[in-house]
């Protein structure tokens, strides 16, 4: 594999270290001087240097970079800047001082300190809150149609505050247009693929509500939904492997919030929850008559060493860049790879659905 040098600035801003490398880029710790003289700390996304000469790539990356200058929302990570220094294309971007998801679940399962029902509530309410706004984002009166297609623990961000920021929009825009289908590319993302998903690049936000129902069951749950590391078997088990409730494996889950819980995870998109402001509303009402809990960030900093939300994503150590599809490839398994599992169950009826607005 090429080694590539790192550079010591881009454009004004200074990179301290690189955190994190995708399969498009990779994002650096960073800081700028302001005017009084302080040091502001953000986060710089760039095109991996294996990547930057490729059309493909340049597009998808400019298109990130216009869909993600868009979203204003106090739960999306902010974008502030889309520039160019030479050659080399870039984003600055908010800096978020706590960990994702994914590490924080990690650290309390080690600790012997899971989420509690409350904090995983709240986790889901702030991520809702930004999903139904970018689900119904409109410019001068132009529906945007966004569906972020890649929600997962690993793109719910946590600051030391206790506030929730999703990632990760802009590419997932691109499913529209454009899909890539290297090995790889998926790896990580197949356990939160909403079954239409795993056979289609043409679905929409009820998509987004199954990757939440599978977020907020593995919080309340404290263990992975559909854990299997080959994509082929895992694709099986999303679409067809039985969801135990969460009130079976934890007791202290009310079976209210299971219910809801089950209701996003239906398969059948018609079953699923319609929306997530009708996900959100009902969450919001059984967090009220939760007992009281320490607050969300005083649990996050009692943690040992709660890392960045941007650090080690993936090791950088074993990352190779895929190579570009314009075509959109599906992948299927088999009919007889296909076993019998019972079919999903009917929500209650005290779950009234409401339209999408």
Not at 8 to 19: A, C, E, H, N, T
Not at 134 to 142: F, P, V
Not at 163 to 176: L, P, Q, S, W, Y
Request: aromatic share 6%.
């Amino acid at each position: 594999m090429e080694t590539f040098d790192i550079p010591d600035r881009l454009g004004r801003y200074r990179l301290i270290q690189r955190v994190a490398v995708g399969g498009m880029g990779e994002i650096f710790y960073a800081t700028a001087q302001e005017q009084s003289g302080s040091l502001r700390e953000l986060a710089i996304k760039r095109l991996h240097p294996e990547n930057k000469e490729h059309p493909t790539f340049i597009k998808m990356f400019l298109n990130e970079g216009r869909i993600s200058g868009l979203l204003k929302h106090p739960h999306i990570v902010q974008t502030y800047e889309f520039a160019q220094d030479g050659s080399e294309l870039f984003m600055v971007m908010e800096w978020i001082d706590g960990p994702d998801l994914q590490h924080l679940l990690r650290l309390g399962q080690e600790q012997g300190r899971p989420l509690s029902v409350s904090h995983a509530i709240e986790i889901a309410i702030q991520a809702l809150r930004a999903l139904h706004y970018a689900h119904t984002l409109d410019i001068q009166g132009q529906p945007m149609h966004l569906t972020h297609r890649d929600i997962s623990p690993h793109n719910l961000l946590l600051n030391r505050k206790g506030v929730v920021k999703v990632t990760d929009f802009g590419i997932a825009r691109m499913a529209d247009h454009l899909s890539l289908t290297a090995t790889g590319v998926l790896k990580g993302k197949v356990p939160y693929m909403a079954p239409e998903q795993t056979r289609s690049s043409k679905v929409g936000p009820q998509a987004d509500i199954f990757a939440m129902g599978v977020i907020l069951w593995e919080m309340l749950c404290h263990r992975r939904l559909f854990s299997e590391p080959n994509d082929l078997r895992c694709i099986d088990l999303v679409r067809h492997a039985p969801i135990p409730w969460p009130n079976t494996l934890q007791p202290a889950v009310p079976e209210e919030v299971a219910e809801i819980v089950m209701w996003a995870l239906q398969r059948d998109p018609q079953k699923r929850a319609p929306n997530a402001d009708t996900l959100l509303h009902y969450l919001s009402v059984l967090a009220e008559n939760l007992p009281p809990t320490e607050p969300l960030h005083e649990y996050i900093r009692s943690l040992d060493n709660p890392e960045p939300s941007l650090a080690g994503t993936q090791e950088i150590e074993h990352w190779h860049p895929p190579t570009p599809h314009t075509t959109t490839e599906c992948v299927t398994l088999a009919e007889h790879d296909h076993p019998t599992h019972p079919a999903d169950g009917e929500m209650l009826s005290r779950f009234p659905r409401k339209k999408d607005p």
